[in-house]
């Protein structure tokens, strides 16, 4: 069965750990470069993550998030190094435009601490099931309500895209053309956005229906189907964590 959601379904040390703790690992990772303000120690924090993803099997569903950025990058980078004004060390120059060493010295901040985020968060996305995130929130005192949002935040991208696959496949079956060049795909994706966003409302509909039917806004104790993860080295890795982080501020305060 397709998976909807971006969760990478193996057994890895990564995939044993507790999602509070890997919560707490990608606010750390993330806020201690940004407190430094140390390239290099956003560059180990977003090597960290990529080495854990790559550990956990996790790559391959990393690449299609890896790619939507890399234009964001490459226009940060452009921006930054030849479009901003006040800089004077020309690094090499490219027709009519010339690009700044202090700005591509910036750029490549803003892409360090752009990575240590991206691929942070990736870790936890890809490596925790959305039920063990909503769920360990919840059973800390999250509303129910709120739960089953970031819940379907998770899941819609990954939905919307098999839904899209499947709608262009029954598309392709009647004889529209959906391969070739640029031009014939964008043609053939025009005709599927609305089929795309209708079948959305209306899975949106019936899940919500599916729910009341169930009880889901009575105001009493709600019981869970999913056992809560242990992960038995959760204390030490948690206080490694945070010292971590009160070195990184004491750093920064030194």
Excluded at 59 to 82: G, N, R, T, Y
Excluded at 227 to 252: C, F, G, H, M, Q
Aim: glycine share 4%; net charge positive; charged share 15%.
């Amino acid at each position: 069965m397709t998976s909807i959601s971006l969760y990478v379904d193996k057994k890895s040390i990564v995939h044993d750990v507790d999602f509070l703790t890997k919560l707490i690992y990608c606010c750390v990772f993330i806020v201690a470069p940004i407190i430094t303000g140390a390239v290099i120690l956003g560059t180990f924090s977003f090597l960290v993550s990529l080495i854990l993803i790559i550990s956990a099997g996790a790559l391959k569903k990393l690449m299609p998030i890896a790619a939507l950025s890399l234009f964001v990058l490459l226009s940060v980078i452009i921006i930054q190094s030849a479009f901003i004004q006040g800089y004077h060390d020309v690094l090499f120059t490219i027709g009519p435009v010339h690009f700044y060493r202090e700005g591509l010295i910036h750029a490549s901040s803003i892409v360090v601490r752009f990575l240590d985020i991206l691929l942070a968060f990736s870790l936890i996305v890809l490596t925790t099931h959305p039920a063990d995130m909503v769920e360990t929130l919840q059973r800390k005192g999250l509303s129910h309500r709120i739960g089953y949002v970031i819940l379907s935040v998770f899941q819609i991208i990954p939905q919307m895209a098999q839904t899209m696959k499947t709608i262009s496949d029954a598309q392709r079956s009647r004889g529209l053309e959906t391969e070739g060049n640029i031009f014939i795909r964008a043609k053939a994706f025009l005709p599927l956005i609305g089929p795309v966003v209708i079948n959305s409302l209306i899975g949106t509909r019936e899940r919500a229906m599916a729910l009341e039917a169930r009880a889901f806004s009575a105001e009493v104790k709600h019981t869970y189907f999913r056992d809560e993860p242990v992960y038995r080295y959760k204390t030490p890795v948690r206080l490694i964590l945070l010292l971590l982080l009160i070195v990184s501020i004491a750093w920064r305060l030194l």
